[in-house]
């Protein structure tokens, strides 16, 4: 579900597609240093090798380079887990946002530019929106093997299994643990079994 | 729950208790109306018309006025709802954090600023960790009535019940609605009675 968990793109193309995945990966880098309220162009630029005059301009500024670090994360191919049973996928759902958060150290820094641009907040939130409807297809599958009850709100689903993770880390200053995020798959995936989340 | 919801606290004392109350409302002021980014020193001696030597001698910077906002907070009388029973109780909890929320422009900005200091961020994790300790009671209560079993993770229940809120409005940028705050409680509460926090 991160966006810093997306493998660098090989995409044909010349100069213009490498220096954007150079300019991401330095991006990715510089945000997991020092976060965004330390992220500058000047900085991007000399880990890129691209030189600062073409990131002003093609990017504009360090909100710019946010957007395009997501932008260009969306791009993946990222699908949830299919494990054949509903509370399995949630739990192994919960467990990946877990692990890639925590193994991506620039993820709570596009949270952080979140409050500090609105550029950044719309293209945060463009991000994780796509993500959701890409996990969906956990509870959707579900509903077709008779699993979860149909009218049930994938996305609050989806949701309110992975929310417990970031407000304990984000909110709470909690140490993630591979515990929480199994409890919470487990009682969102009772819950909505129940009907809860129609 | 919220930081910002605590009435200003009026105390016996002098000129100091007074003043760190003004230097409070004013920091309160200036987060909702310019985010943790654009809180100063300056403006914060200005609107609280305490010397802004005296601001600067006393709090330091603005993490420290981020810090004493917080622990003001903590100093107040906040108890979670007592309805009777465990549903209804974490449903009236999860309501008010959002209302507090959303009625209080600062809040945004204490989570904001515990991305940029390290001090904030501290105090961000106690004043949270506190008011988890008390909605505790929320479990402990609903144990006693034989609602919940013996061993629920009353901290697990609490937190699963406000995250979906926190989660929906920091990372993916969703207008809070009393319907999810309702939708998440039930669910936890359904989860918590059946043993899945146990």
Chains 1, 2 share one sequence.
Do not use: C
């Not at 969906?136 to 994938?154: S, W």
């Amino acid at each position: 579900m991160d966006a810093t968990a997306v493998q660098p793109t090989s995409r044909p193309g010349g100069r213009t597609a490498r220096n954007r995945v150079a300019v991401r990966d330095a991006t990715l880098a510089e945000l997991a240093a020092h976060g965004y309220a330390g992220l500058t162009v000047e900085a991007v630029a000399t880990r890129s090798g691209v030189h600062k005059t073409t990131v002003y301009r093609r990017w504009g500024g360090v909100d710019g380079l946010v957007v395009d670090a997501l932008a260009l994360a969306d791009e993946d191919e990222w699908a949830p887990p299919d494990t054949g049973s509903f509370a399995a996928d949630l739990r192994a759902l919960a467990r990946e946002v877990m692990t890639t958060f925590a193994d991506s150290p620039a993820s709570a820094a596009f949270v952080a530019a979140a409050f500090q641009s609105a550029r950044a907040a719309a293209a945060l939130h463009g991000f994780y929106a796509q993500r959701h409807r890409r996990a969906e297809v956990v509870v959707t599958r579900a509903v077709t093997r008779g699993e979860v009850p149909a009218g049930t709100d994938a996305g609050a689903v989806v949701k309110a299994a992975v929310a417990p993770f970031y407000y304990r880390v984000l909110i709470a200053g909690e140490t993630p643990s591979e515990e929480v995020a199994d409890q919470s798959a487990a009682a969102v995936a009772h819950a909505a079994q129940a009907g809860l989340y129609a």
